[in-house]
């Protein structure tokens, strides 16, 4: 196989000729759902399934599930223009699709940290069995590396004799709150398959990309890969990307032991074109429902293929993350002029509004969110804590129903002791210190995620603390 990225490929794969192949993506969740509706907008016949027969008949009547910007106008469209269907029967899946895209969730497993793979099991072992033609399986959840060979093992158990089905690998790399222009306008596309005929396929299954990019003048890169490295691609990725939260959130310990600004710092290393300006927000850490997982299923398959020495410092990229959450606390406090022992903060008849539940901005999304879990912690230390965030109430409410929630956000902080603004909503950068001045008790403000100017609050009389920032 070749590992390339010369415009060459899309170029061929545009002008190849081959019809759109009918396209099915099993696991409409945040993922699926995307590249659902997306790809019908891209013109492809598209059929989505899941189990879930709540979340299909939403998507059937043309109400999202999840909050995704941009995405209820594409689903309204295709499934008015009828290149979009939703289905709980897998009969139907099987009888459609000429390349399933399996989207199914792989969480971390109970006992451990490697990645749970039953749902991809489920769906496989359904499907196969009821194929009738030659098509392809194409993986598009994020799995250990060596997945597609038992993915392939499990088709060649299930599959009638006689009829041709191959595994393919394609990862994704989307980003909650810009999901849909991460798979109509993407930043590469990485393709495996094995089989001449299942590479033509694959890549006819991704032509309306390619398509979209040469009409607006773009360019995609493409790297057409071997299965292991379609495979690491991924979690390879998330995990540089959690190292580079960790390590500036590493150094704004140091500056504030120093004297420093750690935005200041980040921004005079990002200039550095080798280092860049993203992912280098200091904070409260990173969550949400890939980076913590997938550092954690990177370096476990490492140790199970005997390599967990060269990845062991994933554990403390992990740790520094944690880490930020106790340090969110022990600021609240301090702030709030509470001594913090070794047991850690306490913070009794305190009352504290903390602005921000999701794990970062324009979702709904409160799946490991450090937000939410520093709120959890400020009420186990003592203090009465308010939250409220512009979309993600309803699901905190669900999972951490011992705090209180509030809207609008002036209900919210009302009579506050203090302010932690968790979650950089567009709604809190812009928010007035001194009328907010005017309707808490105390003007201190815990700004976790270094949303803010500082010296605007202090200016309006606010006891201001950022992360890093001395
Ligand atoms: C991530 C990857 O970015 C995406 O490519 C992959 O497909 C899925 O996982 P997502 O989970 O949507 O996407 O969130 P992302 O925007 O990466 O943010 C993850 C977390 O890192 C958030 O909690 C965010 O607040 C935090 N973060 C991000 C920082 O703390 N500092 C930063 O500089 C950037």
Sequence with gaps: MRSTNLPNDAESIITSGVTRPRLTFLGVGPLGGTYAACYAELGYEVLGYDIDEGRISKFNDGQLPFYERGLDELLTKNLANGRLRFTTDIDEVAEFGDVHFLCVGTPSRPDSNSADLSYLESCVT???PRLSRQCII???????????????QLIDQHTSDGVDVEVAWSPEFLQESNAVQDVMRPNRVVLAAQSEWAQQLLQAAHKGVFELAAQ??????????????????????NAFLSTKISYINAMADLCEVAGGDVT??????????????KFLRAGI??????????????????????????????????EVNTRRRTRAVTIAAELCGRDVGPAGARMEGLHVTVLGATFKPDTDDIRDSPALDIARRLRNAGATVT????????????????????????????GADLVCVLTPWEEFRHLDPAALGDIVSHRRILDGMNALDPQLWRNAGWEYRGMGRS
């Design 126 to 128: 359904s499907l196969a």
């Design 138 to 152: 194409v993986g598009k959840s994020t799995v250990p590396v060596g997945t597609s060979s038992w993915v392939q």
């Design 216 to 237: 607006e003048d773009r360019d995609v890169p493409l790297v057409v890969t071997d299965f292991a490295t379609a495979e690491l691609v991924k979690v390879a990725s």
């Design 264 to 277: 200041a710092l980040a921004r005079a290393m990002g200039h550095d074109e080798r280092i860049g300006q």
């Design 285 to 318: 850490g990173f969550g949400g429902g890939c980076l913590p997982k997938d550092l954690r299923a990177l370096a476990s398959r490492a140790q199970e293929l005997g390599v967990g020495e060269s990845l062991r410092f994933l554990a403390e990229i992990d």
């Design 387 to 414: 939250v409220y965030d512009p979309k993600g109430i309803d699901n905190a409410r669900t999972a951490q129903p011992e705090l209180n929630y509030a809207k609008p956000l002036s209900e919210a902080v009302e």
